[in-house]
């Protein structure tokens, strides 16, 4: 075992956590990333249209344009799932974390938890400022800092400090 796994391996309990949180956000995404593959109707518009704040302008361009919401929702549907069976397998993790985070930043930035922003959906754990969105691009950067999938998950496989 290299420095690298020693050091997150200290604490067997914390370790194994990081784990688990690994495992669900991956199915979180991996399951948010199929539903839209497997849903013929889905599009990212609605959601874009529904954008406040400094993306609403660049939103309504990406709608208007039938090549851009294509490729927004291309982006979306198979961003997700890849990032799902990366952070599920432990495959590309450090990869998988830092385009997670991207996505989750966007959605968080297309429509963020500001006073005075009202949505046509229902907020979903939404507490100024603070959502889910935010969280779980925070919980990504600590994946991405603990690299748990070098000790379970197909990456370490690749590590060249063996």
């Not at 927004?72 to 198979?78: G, R, T």
């Amino acid at each position: 075992m290299t420095i690298l796994h020693s050091s997150i391996k200290e604490n067997d309990f914390q370790f194994y956590g990081l784990v688990v949180l690994r495992v669900l956000i991956g199915w979180h995404f991996l399951y948010e990333g199929i539903s839209k593959l497997i849903n013929p109707y889905w599009s990212s518009a609605a959601y874009l249209l529904d954008s406040k704040w400094i993306f609403s302008g660049l939103a309504k361009t990406i709608v208007s344009n039938p090549t851009l919401l294509t490729i927004s929702d291309n982006v979306n549907m198979w961003g997700l799932t890849l990032v799902g069976a990366s952070l599920l397998l432990g495959l590309f993790t450090k990869y998988g974390s830092l385009t997670g985070m991207v996505f989750i930043c966007l959605y968080y930035l297309f429509a963020p938890p500001l006073l005075g922003l009202e949505y046509s959906r229902p907020g979903e754990g939404s507490y100024l400022i603070v959502n889910k969105n935010l969280i779980e691009a925070c919980a990504l950067w600590v994946l991405y800092c603990f690299p748990t999938s070098q000790v379970i998950g197909l990456d370490r496989f690749f590590n060249d400090s063996k």
